[in-house]
């Protein structure tokens, strides 16, 4: 199974070819939408790479298909700016979780 990155910057694109990894780059919901959708279709693709802009951005079809589908395994991950999640996001979501404050 390969993995697949969808960025909303060239920068990160590159990083992750560096790595083997190859990528789009797109920049509207519409590019977004098409993009998983030719995603979806390929078997070969286990994981898809999505920067966390397009998490904060576009939720609900993220999440869809986070619910909806087994395959592929939908990983945000910080931009070259960094994460846009507060610093001790594990353990807030923790303590929202299971009620317990760690």
Known sequence: ????????????????RLAGVDGIV???????YQALKRVMTDETIGIVLLTEKFGREFPDMIDEIKLNRKMPLIVEIPDRH???RKKNFITSYVNEAIGLKL
Do not use: A, P, R, Y
């Open 1 to 16: 199974m390969k993995m697949f990155l969808i960025s909303d910057n060239v920068d990160t694109c590159t990083g992750m």
């Open 26 to 32: 797109v920049h509207e919901k519409e590019e977004l």
């Open 82 to 84: 960094g994460t846009g």
